[in-house]
C-alpha cells in the first residue's frame, strides 16, 4: 500500500486558479470513486472538503471542486484566497477495508 | 454538533505501548466506522486503521502486527493501542468520523484535534 502522489507544492496569485493533482493507482484512484480532499491549516485538524471525487459537503466553499480521470484525481481551488494557504492531502479507498492518503501539497499564495 | 477528542498520555518510552482514546460527543456510535489518522511532525498524514461500533477493526498492513483498536459504545469511546513502540511512532493522532452515508471506510467527515504523543526515554 504505497502514499498516493501529490505535489510537493502549488502557488498562485490572489483571484487565480490552482490545480492540485493527486495520482494513484488501477487498485486505489483508478479503481473506485472514493477520492475525498482535507484542507489542514498549520496546528489544526484537518478539514474534510470533497469527497466520491467531486462532491461537496454542506458548508465547503463551492471554490473547491474536484475532478477524477482514470488513476488520477485532482482538486482546484478558484478565486485564490489568503485564506487558502494551507496543506492539501487527499484519500482514497484502496480495497481490502484500507484506506491511503496522498503525501501533501502546501499550497502557497503569492 | 459532533465532536471527537482524544487523550492519553504524551509521553511513551520506546518498546512500550501507546494507549489513546477517543471521545465523541454530540452523536451516537452506532452503525458509524470510527478511524485512527496519525501525522509524524512535518509529514503528511497516515491512516492506521477503522472500527465499527460492532467492534469489528481493520488496519493499515504496515501496523497490524502492533494495533489494537477497541469500542466501548456506553461511554460513547473507542480506543487505540500500539504496541512495541519506536521513535517513528511519534506524531499527532487524529480520531475521525468516517462519513455515515459512506459505504465505504472513508471520507472522514469529523476529526478530533489531535494530539501529540513522543516517543523518548
Known amino acids: 500500500q504505497s502514499a498516493l502522489t501529490q505535489p510537493a507544492s502549488v502557488s498562485g496569485s490572489p483571484g487565480q486558479s490552482i490545480t492540485i493533482s493527486c495520482t494513484g493507482t488501477?487498485?486505489?484512484?483508478?479503481?473506485?470513486?472514493?477520492v475525498s480532499w482535507y484542507q489542514q491549516h498549520p496546528g489544526k485538524a484537518p478539514k474534510f472538503l470533497i469527497y466520491?471525487?467531486?462532491r461537496r459537503p454542506s458548508g465547503v466553499s463551492n471554490r473547491f471542486s474536484g475532478s477524477m480521470s482514470g488513476n488520477t484525481a485532482s482538486l482546484t481551488i478558484s478565486g485564490l484566497q489568503a485564506e487558502d494557504e494551507a496543506d492539501y492531502y487527499c484519500c482514497s479507498y484502496a480495497g481490502s477495508s484500507t484506506v491511503v492518503f496522498g503525501g501533501g501539497t502546501k499550497v502557497t499564495v503569492l | 454538533q459532533v465532536q471527537l477528542q482524544e487523550s492519553g498520555p504524551g509521553l511513551v518510552k520506546p518498546s512500550e505501548t501507546l494507549s489513546l482514546t477517543c471521545s465523541v460527543s454530540g452523536d451516537s456510535m452506532s452503525r458509524h466506522y470510527w478511524s485512527w489518522i496519525r501525522q509524524p511532525p512535518g509529514k503528511g498524514l497516515e491512516w492506521i486503521g477503522y472500527i465499527y461500533y460492532s467492534g469489528s477493526t481493520n488496519c493499515n498492513p504496515s501496523l497490524k502486527s502492533r494495533v489494537t483498536m477497541s469500542v466501548d459504545t456506553s461511554k460513547n469511546q473507542f480506543s487505540l493501542k500500539l504496541r512495541s513502540v519506536t521513535a517513528a511512532d511519534t506524531a499527532v493522532y487524529f480520531c475521525?468520523?468516517?462519513?455515515?452515508?459512506?459505504?465505504?471506510?472513508?471520507?472522514?467527515?469529523?476529526w478530533g484535534q489531535g494530539t501529540l504523543v513522543t516517543v523518548s526515554s
Open positions: 466520491e471525487g467531486s
Open positions: 475521525a468520523r468516517v462519513e455515515p452515508s459512506s459505504g465505504w471506510f472513508t471520507p472522514f467527515d469529523y
Open positions: 488501477s487498485s486505489d484512484v483508478g479503481n473506485y470513486n472514493l
